[in-house]
């Protein structure tokens, strides 16, 4: 059982950074692919950035290039760097535990972004 708990949200204006935290329990946390999604209101929860075990990463198109997601395994923590927030990026962003081969998969309760002026 692995539990993830966010933090690092908040209200920013546009242009603006922040950087969120997902604080994971449990062992073995270097075997996980983590991810940050996001739901706006009225929206389907959306990918955002995921790292897989051996670093690698993907992003969402609109993101790219202002985000960036990162891990440290000895802390079992993943990261979100948000540079040059706009007000599109106001959401619920949610941390994701996956390891697949073992059909694992766990969510964080989310943390508030809200990007205005």
């Known amino acids: 059982q692995v539990q993830l708990v966010e933090s690092g949200g908040g209200l920013v204006q546009p242009g603006g950074s922040l950087r969120l935290s997902c604080a994971a329990s449990g062992s073995s946390f270097s075997l996980y692919t983590m991810g940050w999604y996001r739901q706006a209101p009225g929206k389907q929860r959306e990918l955002v950035a995921r790292?897989?075990?051996?670093?690698?990463?993907n992003y969402a198109d609109s993101v790219k290039g202002r985000f960036t997601i990162s891990r440290d395994n000895a802390k079992n923590t993943v990261y979100l760097q948000m540079n040059s927030l706009q007000p599109e990026d106001t959401a619920v962003y949610y941390c994701?535990?996956?390891?697949?081969?073992?059909?694992?998969?766990?969510w964080g309760q989310g943390t508030q972004v809200t990007v205005s002026s």
């Open positions: 790292i897989i075990t051996g670093g690698s990463t």
């Open positions: 994701r535990a996956r390891w697949p081969l073992k059909d694992y998969d766990y």
